[in-house]
């Protein structure tokens, strides 16, 4: 049996001299407000001196056994870890150690991360595939790794004060430990009202932060912090991926795609309990569960969600995910959300919310409704679009950006804004199109007027001057995804690299750790796996998938029914708009003259709500 947890880790290292030694009770306190996270198990340990502690919290998906408790200890005391996540090829680093000589006490992936390190020290995270987020003490060297994986699939928070840093899976959990500086931070809000969701490295407090995707920080008693260094980047990744897609033989891609689909479908099935699948009625999620059903040796469990506000409309996915489900024959089950549950619920998302996301409502009900269905684990067809250009914006933005190098007011931008000002709420132009001359330039700028939620011209009317001109102003010095270039690379490959910077790794990815979490259920993301990028968008990048996502179910034995394949895409709705109109206690929006515009979507309004919830960004808003 082997041993495979997701979780909740925390730690406090004091690697100042003059700092004080870790409070027992502080580290237990920040544990166990995790509790959903790890409802199985618990540990605590603290270094003889006083200086490290680290703790973690047990969501058990396999054996859970003593030898796999955390946090784990080298057999010589001289490295321990805390680890959140699934290391999907531990079999395979396990069968190297083993052939060097390491003995295993254990069954676990833990364990083979203790001995990886041993062997590679830091750089031992590129030999990883999975989401992972860990802290491991090195005794010998006085010093703490810490860690993400590529893609930024799980979550490490941390806060530093100059002498003690401390770290956790959630900033709610920092918090609750009281030993982080709670003002409000200007760029993490202004970020949020940008994109519908706080940018890496950014939380609402200026005294937390998150550690970038794909990087490892280095902190020890001699040298103090250090910076966060990466080793995974989406456009070097995209780069590489060019390279290899250029030896692919032509007429092999349909073929290569499903090789590459199985083997990261194969490694996301790996665990002893039974591993279940959220079904739509999109091609990503139903190749998905196709090919997991090729591969699963046990029958698969699928589940749609739909709303009885959407029933019999266009929105209403459960007629085409039952045909789906009939036609892969596997076993499926429908669930429809009362208008009366989904109001119930509104109040406990709020109270789980870690951070203010725009988008994380959809992944909160079909997570209740997969742990009430009796699933543990479920996958998940997240970042099928951005892999093979499935959004929008793969069209939008080289059209903006054309338009914008064509227009006669590229020169006047904010003359046209505005006109755009004066003329578009009594002609019901577009709001974001204001901006096109002065941003649509650039695929950054383009990506933003297409996908965006405010305007920053808009945020004079939410913040005041101060706090959106330090806003602004920090994230463009320090916002992650600057760590990104990519002007050398075509119009899909821009959009793929910001769609997943921007919308999968800072929303997506984020919400369904949370809100999965929230529910002690371990959601799966065989589409968002580092070396399926590698092997696949540079493929998609280059033209040669055609129209990469109608290719995905082509790569399914017996493909899906004409029906499903010719249906329009309508993406996974919410109804939002009805609580923001008839839900008490959700019209802050309303003292806003903005947002009564009737041309501005409901995402601004969703977007100011939910600020004006949380308890920095409230002061932030209210400091107009």
Known sequence: MRHRAMCGLNGIFAYGQTAAAVNRDELIRVRDSMAARGPDGSGCWISDDGRLGLAHRRLAIIDLTEAGAQPMHAVDGAQVITFNGEIYNHLILREELEREGVLFRSHSDTEVLLHLYRKHGPSMVGRLRGMFAFALWDARERQLLLARDPHGIKPLYYANDGNTIRFA????????????????????????????????????????????????????????????????????????????????????????????????????????????????????????????????????????????????????????????????????????????????????????????????????????????????????????????????????????????????????????????????????????????????????????????????????HVLSAETLREGLNTLMEHDAAHADSFDDLNDFAQVACLESIRYMRNQLLRDTDWVSMAHSLEIRTPLVDHRLTESILGLAASGRLGSGKQMLPQTLPNSLPGSVLDRPKSGFVVPTWRWLRHHAGLEAWKSVPLLKQTRLSDSRRWAYTLLSRHPAGRTLLHAR
Not at 247 to 268: F, N, T
Not at 382 to 407: C, K, M, N, W
Request: proline share 5%; with cysteine.
């Open 169 to 460: 899976s959630q900033v709610s959990s920092l918090i609750a430990g009281e030993g982080v500086d709670t003002r409000a931070d200007p760029a993490g809000a202004v970020g949020f009202l940008l994109w519908g969701s706080v940018p890496e490295p950014f939380t609402l407090y200026k005294g937390a932060s998150l550690l970038p995707a794909g990087s490892t920080l280095v902190v020890s008693q001699s040298r103090g912090l250090g910076q966060p260094v990466r080793y995974w980047k989406i456009s070097d990744a995209l780069r590489l991926s060019l390279h290899t897609a250029s030896a692919i033989p032509k007429g092999q891609e349909r073929a290569y795609l499903r090789e590459q689909l199985l083997d990261s479908v194969r490694a996301h099935l790996l665990a002893d309990v039974p591993v279940g699948a959220f079904l739509s009625a999109g091609l990503d999620s139903s190749t998905l569960v196709g090919l997991a059903r090729e591969v699963s040796t046990t029958r698969l469990q699928t589940l749609t969600l739909s709303f009885d506000d959407l029933q019999g409309t266009q929105h209403d996915e459960c007629p085409a995910a039952t045909e789906i489900a009939r036609h892969l024959d596997v076993d499926h089950e429908c669930i429809v959300l009362s208008a009366g549950a989904q109001e119930d619920e509104l109040e406990r998302f709020f109270a789980a919310m870690d951070q203010p996301t725009i988008d994380g409502i959809n992944t909160w009900f079909v997570s209740r409704a997969a742990r009430q269905a009796g699933l543990k684990v479920a996958l998940s067809g997240v970042g099928g679009d951005e892999l093979l250009g499935g959004y929008a914006t793969f069209e939008h933005v080289p059209r903006i950006r054309a338009q914008a190098s064509t227009s006669p007011w590229r020169h006047a931008p904010s003359l046209y804004r505005h006109v755009h000002d004066l003329l578009g709420a009594s002609l019901n132009w577009p709001a974001n199109n204001a901006g096109i001359p002065g941003y649509g330039s650039t695929a950054p700028g383009a990506y933003h007027l297409s996908k965006g939620v405010f305007m920053p011209w808009e945020l004079r």
